[in-house]
């Protein structure tokens, strides 16, 4: 069953009409503070306004994850130290992800090194957090698992299905050559959120994305069959993952239910005023 809901609001805004503890697991990618152009200003925030904001929509989303759900949280190495202080207060952190994007060599600045990376905070509710590796272990090329025929490893489940991607993904972000690239300056692979919903949301379970883009995360929850909730401000990235969503049902030939709130009017399009497809969205107040 793939089924996802889009709105086109303002997350802080929306978030208190979600029913807590509701959520497996929020893929939160926010605005950096980088100035990026997102056609809203959301990137352009003075630090302390933007750490202000962050911390408000963090604490607003903590209580919709269930006990044995997570938040991963993109960040940059500039307000990484901030923000993942301020969630350890909150939430057990479980792992530091590096991204390496893989950007090519080509000059640069001479006063410093280039960065290259995000930095991706794993954290979770209680110690009795939903992961499972197998999904997302990579698989031995025939040549080491040739090289690994002594006694001691035969059998080993590693061996067979792969190992640990471990906590520095470097997977190349996305260039113009590639297919699923859109209009968008921070699209993120879908590889990146593929590997986050496969390892930390059971099937059939339900992802929160509170800032989408151009919906990477609702294309890898239809494509992993996991319900999806996505909030994005700007109206013409929504257009971008309706077409994305009407894509990724025909291609993988899944059911595809037209559940997408209209962007303009999206609370008065809810059953009844509210509800929601999944039931978590509470009734807007009339
Ligand atoms: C880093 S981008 C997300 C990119 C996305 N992960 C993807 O792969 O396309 C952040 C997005 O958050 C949106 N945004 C900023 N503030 C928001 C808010 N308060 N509520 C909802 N969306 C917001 C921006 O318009 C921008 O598209």
């Given amino acids: 069953m793939m089924e996802y809901e889009l709105y086109n609001e303002d997350f802080l805004v929306a978030v208190n009409g979600i029913e807590d503890e509701s959520i497996d697991l929020v893929i939160a990618d926010p605005p950096y503070c ?3 152009d997102y056609g809203n200003g959301s990137d352009k925030k003075p630090p302390d306004e933007f750490l202000q904001w962050t911390e408000s929509w963090i604490l607003a989303v903590i209580p919709k994850i269930k006990k044995s759900g997570g938040l991963y949280i993109f960040a940059t190495w500039q307000f990484s ?7 350890k207060k909150h939430m057990i952190m479980i792992n530091e992800i590096i991204w390496d994007r893989r950007v090519p060599s080509m000059g640069g600045t001479t006063r410093k090194f280039n960065s290259v990376h995000d930095n991706i905070g794993f954290f979770v509710r209680s110690k009795k957090y939903f992961f499972d590796l197998d999904p997302v272990r990579i698989p031995y090329d025939p040549e080491t698992k040739k090289a690994r025929t002594r006694s001691i490893f035969v059998g080993k489940k590693w061996l067979e299905i792969g190992y640990n991607p471990k906590d520095v993904w470097s997977i190349s972000r996305l260039h113009r050559i590639h297919s699923e690239r859109e209009d968008h300056p921070t ?12 390892s930390s949301s059971p099937k059939g379970g339900l992802v929160l994305d ?8 609702v294309e890898a929850c239809i494509r992993n069959s996991r319900k999806c ?3 994005e401000l700007n109206s013409e990235y929504c257009e971008i993952i309706r077409n994305r969503i009407k894509k990724a049902t025909t291609q993988a030939e899944l059911p595809f239910r037209e559940q997408i709130i209209p962007l303009d009017h999206c ?3 809810l059953d009844g005023g509210g509800g929601g497809l999944f039931g978590v969205r509470k009734p807007d107040k009339q």
Avoid: D
């Fill in 34 to 36: 980088l100035g990026k």
């Fill in 81 to 87: 130290p901030e923000i993942f202080v301020f969630l």
């Fill in 187 to 198: 699209q993120k692979p879908l590889e990146v959120i593929e590997r986050m919903v496969k």
């Fill in 210 to 217: 509170p800032f989408a883009g151009t919906g990477t995360t």
């Fill in 229 to 231: 909730i996505a909030y």
């Fill in 267 to 269: 609370s008065a399009a």
